[in-house]
């Protein structure tokens, strides 16, 4: 059976990642959840379940890799105190390999320490407060099949599944569903740089998140 979130009165739920889960989160008019897929999926979830009071925090920073997240761990997510937590974080780790800049390259996460740094903070998370725990694919709008970039993607996708796996997270795949939708929509269409939505696009995470999150919905009142 697929694993489910449980939801009960008075949670706190942490989105965190890089900058599509930021989205403008700490400007007006966009604050305090961003105009992305955290705003339509928090909004939606406190208009199915207002009775639960759920505390939905958005902790997203625009460029952040595992590195960064890994250093700011302990004043975005463990002093919160989380009972759900939902990280989306990889694209920036591997799109710095192909940086224009010699300096951007250095910034480049390879595969193995970005599963140290993700294994690491998991732990602390779960030695800390042991929430619930959502982890979402990396992934890429790109329907060609000889870019590198999206070869590469496979083994830091192949790394959140271990994880998910090890920390028995429930796995929103983003980059498999869209994989089987590509040939529907032309990738142009849903971001024009390949991974920064437009915001249907945002929509279809968010709902994409949703389904997957909620399924039979385990609501405890």
């Known amino acids: 059976?697929?694993?489910?979130?449980?939801?009960?009165?008075?949670q706190t739920l942490l989105f965190i990642g890089d900058s599509i889960t930021d989205c403008q989160r700490r400007e007006f008019p966009y604050a305090p959840l961003g105009c992305g897929y955290v705003h339509f999926a928090a909004n939606f979830l406190l208009a199915k379940l207002p009775h639960l009071n759920?505390?939905?925090?958005?902790?997203?920073?625009?460029?952040?890799?595992t590195r960064d997240l890994r250093d700011r761990w302990k004043e975005d997510c463990l002093d919160l105190k989380p009972d759900i937590v939902s990280v989306m974080i990889g694209i920036n780790d591997l799109w710095r390999k192909y940086g224009e800049t010699p300096e951007s390259q250095k910034r480049h996460v390879p595969p193995a320490e970005y599963e140290n740094n993700y294994r690491q903070?998991?732990?602390?998370l779960k030695d800390k407060c042991n929430p619930q725990l959502?982890?979402?694919?990396p992934y890429m709008f790109c329907d060609d099949p000889a870019n590198p970039m999206l070869a590469d993607l496979d083994t830091y996708i192949d790394i959140v599944h271990v994880l998910a796996k090890e920390f028995d997270a429930v796995l929103v795949p983003v980059h498999a569903v869209y994989m089987a939708l590509k040939s529907?929509?032309?990738?142009?269409?849903w971001a024009d740089d390949t991974v920064h939505p437009y915001t249907w696009a945002h929509a279809w995470i968010a709902k994409t998140w949703l389904d997957t999150v909620l399924g039979s919905l385990n609501v405890i009142s």
């Open 121 to 124: 903070i998991l732990s602390q």
């Open 184 to 189: 529907k929509r032309p990738a142009h269409e």
């Open 134 to 137: 959502i982890l979402m694919e």
């Open 1 to 10: 059976m697929h694993k489910r979130i449980s939801f009960t009165t008075n």
């Open 54 to 65: 759920l505390n939905i925090q958005n902790r997203g920073i625009s460029g952040d890799s």
